[in-house]
T-cell receptor, first 111, second 112 residues
């Protein structure tokens, strides 16, 4: 399949380790944030979301942390697996409900 | 449940030619979106439909891009004439009202 991005920041982790992917967002009025996973040749896939009235939310093997003071979002993946290899995007929604995607991070999982 | 369908998956054209992309959203989803994803970047919203009406087309280059959703289901996005900088993946997504967006696999356009 085609490559999602050739010049993205890359995080390389050992299989089984935890991964942390960071994102800075731009609009202090944004009140809803989403992390997406995009595999080569596919569209973005929803992973987890968080509202601005929360600072942490956990899913299955994933945790999202929100720091509104510094407009920073992070995605933590526990026990990273080869199937987690993909490009990860954060996205923010403001009052207009428009999704604004950040720049992505490529996650490579070493066996 | 079937996902969002898009065709074609790949298209190669020369600059100044025309091209059209088709999207079939998830059944029952009233909201449909077209995004442009340039290599190495996140998707950028081009146009959003609610049923067959346009909600937001502020980032659609209207001199060359057009989109329609005549019966509130399928949608087509057209580029006429294409420029080199239009080379990108064009993603369609759909959602129930204000709900999670589900993306299709995209159409990869190469303009030579």
């Amino acid at each position: 399949g085609e490559s999602v991005g050739l010049h993205l920041p890359t995080l390389s982790v050992q299989e089984g380790d935890n991964s942390i992917i960071n994102c800075a967002y731009s609009n202090s009025a944004s009140d809803y944030f989403i992390w997406y996973k995009q595999e080569s040749g596919k569209g973005p896939q929803f992973i987890i979301d968080i509202r601005s009235n929360m600072d942490k939310r956990q899913g299955q093997r994933v945790t999202v942390l929100l720091n509104k003071t510094v407009k920073h979002l992070s995605l933590q993946i526990a026990a990273t697996q080869p199937g987690d290899s993909a490009v990860y995007f954060c996205a923010e929604k403001d009052s207009s409900y428009k999704l604004i995607f950040g720049s992505g991070t490529r996650l490579l999982v070493r066996p | 449940e079937a996902g969002v369908a898009q065709s074609p998956r790949y298209k190669i054209i020369e600059k100044r030619q025309s091209v059209a992309f088709w999207c079939n959203p998830i059944s029952g989803h009233a909201t449909l979106y077209w995004y442009q994803q340039i290599l190495g970047q996140g998707p950028k919203l081009l146009i959003q439909f609610q049923n067959n009406g346009v909600v937001d087309d502020s980032q659609l280059p209207k001199d060359r891009f057009s989109a329609e959703r005549l019966k509130g289901v399928d949608s087509t996005l057209k580029i006429q004439p294409a420029k080199l900088e239009d080379s990108a993946v064009y993603l369609c997504a759909s959602s129930s009202r204000a709900g999670e967006q589900f993306f299709g696999p995209g159409t990869r356009l190469t303009v030579l």
